[in-house]
């Protein structure tokens, strides 16, 4: 590991950019990424609250890039960080040309828009579409917007966002105002670009990265990437390399194959032949394997109970597979010409069975899944660095989290290579936060609803909120356990109005409930530990002062989990480590960041778990009386 002192030994021209007075520890984190980025190499970063990571990554990375002709790449996840990659490059000036860019939607195109049936087509449905509108019939554009692109003056519109520094919104904005289709306009102002902000499928994503880069107008090579929260990536990584197909699915293609006609794949079986057979063995596989919520199923299961229950050959197979993607092809452009949403689940479903029987065994899980009473086939990726290719490619890349640790950890999962790391604690004063914890009660799956255990619980968690009267934050372990306190009266002993984080909530209902919680007196707020409110969400000053997390938030011990635990250990020889360890200290360090965000934040984490006492990487002092302890806190505390 490289210090802060070596690092900023030989301080180069990146430092002009900083835009602000530097607090402790910037200017040697800004000296270390920009020395990385010099040498080609990874830079892996854990940096606490207050550090800056947006404005201390882009400075390090534009002074080496501007040098050199190469664009900076900012990966998000959300949209505000995005508006907080062009907030700073605002800031820091110099003529940085920042852009946001997000994926395709029906939402952002103004002749689709209003189309409630084109809402929830993907990226790939809507730009296929969008081919349509974009299309001349004797001479004439169909879409206004995309002709008059040929008559903007592209220089016009780098000075103006050069200028305003605007957020895809106001973009998209401006753009209808002037009558421009914001997509291919965006396209043609990315080569102008200095930085640019885009979501993690532009560069995870093979077919996207291949366009995005053509858009952009240098090789991947010339390209440097920020991974901001950095934490959250394994998974994303794993994620988008899994693939599944449900019951209902299998229901619609059953259903699009009698609508237009229903059609033969091999002799005496038609479509909704070869569906009704993968229902049965779907159904076989839940009543043998599913336990609780998952199953894990053979290597081999849905090809060989196709084969059996069908009499046919794997080679056959894979013909009626190839048979139904053309008319699945063919559904989908009679669709697009009808100007309605190209998508086929025939299609879908010959995707989803070659995928499953290509997939490497290897890294794979194959499982049967109830999510509701909706049951799937689903072939889970365990390992991420499978996609995390373009971290190597690009010319150096910087990753940064508050809670990254340990960091050897996530390097050998993501497959890193020229890696250089760097740990910054955070800057504010360590008095301003007190973390405690109870021995009380343990919440242990198979011990946390046993009566003693979980009244010990229930009692504590009332005494703890209702003995100061601050804003406080309730990290549940499940929206489940959620359910079950609410249930059993918890909200009636609480002597405080209390808001819900809620499953499935869309984005607009979710900011509403945190900005009523936010802008409350002493309101409580119940939330799960790794959700949408645990991350990602800022409460500044006294918006949060209390955060309590019922128990260490461990994986269930399910099927996909067991296998998972299996993979890591042949790899690294420590699956606990890496599949439950790891994962539930970085999601209980996400909630209790929530409290402390600037100098003059401070707060009190309880942890209720007695379990905690085993976690080296969280620093909590037990406490035999907490609400004494918060009291105390909260009088002698200052501001």
Not at 207 to 213: A, C, D, G, K, T
Not at 239 to 244: A, G, I, K, M, R
Not at 336 to 344: A, G, H, M, N, V
Not at 384 to 394: F, H, K, Q, V
Request: aromatic share 8%.
């Amino acid at each position: 590991m490289i210090s802060g002192r070596e690092a900023a030994k030989k301080p180069h021209k990146t430092m002009d950019y900083f835009p602000y007075e530097y607090r402790p520890g910037q200017k040697e984190l800004v000296g270390f990424i920009d020395r990385t980025v010099r040498d080609r190499r990874c830079a892996v970063i854990e940096a606490g609250t207050g550090t800056g990571k947006t404005v201390t990554s882009l400075c390090s990375a534009l002074g080496y890039a501007k040098d050199h002709d190469m664009k900076v790449i900012y990966l998000t996840r959300t949209k505000s960080q995005q508006k907080q990659v062009i907030r700073e490059s605002a800031a820091i000036g110099n003529g940085i040309l920042c852009v946001a860019v997000q994926g395709r939607s029906a939402a952002s195109c103004p002749m689709m828009r209003d189309d409630p049936d084109l809402a929830s087509g993907n990226a790939e449905e809507i730009s296929k579409l969008c081919s349509v509108y974009k299309r001349k019939k004797d001479g004439v554009c169909h879409c206004n917007f995309f002709s008059s692109i040929e008559e903007t003056d592209v220089e016009q519109w780098v000075d103006l966002i050069r200028r305003e520094h605007s957020d895809p919104e106001d973009f998209s904005l401006m753009c209808e105002d002037a009558g421009v289709c914001p997509y291919e306009l965006m396209k043609l102002i990315l080569p102008y670009a200095d930085v640019i902000a885009v979501p993690y499928p532009f560069v995870f994503m093979p077919m996207v990265l291949e366009r995005f880069i053509e858009w952009i107008g240098v090789p991947l090579s010339r390209t440097i990437l920020i991974v901001d929260e950095a934490h959250n990536l394994p998974d994303y990584l794993r994620d988008v390399q899994t693939y599944e197909y449900s019951g209902h699915a299998m229901d619609l293609a059953a259903k699009e194959a009698k609508d237009h006609g229903d059609f033969e794949l091999q002799e005496g079986i038609t479509v909704t032949d070869l569906v009704a057979v993968l229902k049965e063995i779907l159904a076989a596989a839940e009543r043998e394997y599913l336990i609780d919520d998952d199953g894990m199923l053979p290597p081999y299961y849905l090809e060989d109970e196709l084969m059996s229950r069908l009499g046919v050959s794997s080679v056959t197979i894979r013909r009626m597979c190839k048979a139904m993607e053309e008319i699945g092809d063919g559904i989908m452009e009679k669709k697009k010409e009808r100007r309605k949403l190209p998508r086929s689940y025939i299609h879908s479903m010959s995707r989803f069975i070659v995928a499953w029987i290509d997939g490497d065994e290897d890294h794979y899980v194959r499982l049967i899944v109830k999510e509701g009473d909706n049951a799937l086939f689903q072939a889970y990726c365990m390992d991420p660095s499978g996609a995390s290719g373009p971290l190597n490619d690009c010319f150096s890349s910087i990753h940064m989290s508050g809670t990254l640790q340990p960091l050897d950890a996530y390097v050998s999962e993501l497959g890193l290579e020229r890696v250089d790391t760097y740990c910054l604690e955070g800057i504010f004063p360590k008095e301003n936060l007190l973390t405690l914890y109870t021995d009380r009660v343990s919440m242990k799956y198979e011990e946390r609803t046993l009566e003693q255990n979980y009244g010990a619980l229930m009692e504590l968690l009332v005494d703890s909120i209702n003995a100061v009267r601050v804003n406080t934050a309730v990290f549940f372990p499940s929206y489940s356990f959620m359910d079950k306190m609410v249930d059993d009266g918890l909200v009636r002993r609480l002597s405080r109005d209390v808001s819900y984080e809620q499953r499935g909530m869309s984005q607009p209902d979710l900011m509403a409930v945190f900005e009523n919680f936010k802008n409350s007196d002493g309101g409580v707020l119940f939330c799960v530990t790794g959700g949408r409110i645990s991350e990602g969400l800022d409460f500044p000053d006294k918006a949060l002062e209390l955060a309590i997390i019922i128990g260490i938030p461990y994986p269930k011990p399910t099927a996909k989990m067991r296998a998972m635990r299996r993979y890591y250990d042949i790899r690294f020889g420590n699956g606990v480590l890496y599949t439950s360890t790891i994962p539930a200290v970085r999601k209980m360090r996400q909630s209790i960041g929530r409290l402390i965000r600037s100098e003059t934040d401070r707060g009190v984490a309880v942890i209720m778990d007695r379990r905690v006492s085993g976690l080296k990487d969280i620093d909590a002092e037990l406490c035999h009386d907490i609400p004494s302890k918060e009291r105390e806190f909260f009088r002698y505390s200052k501001y």
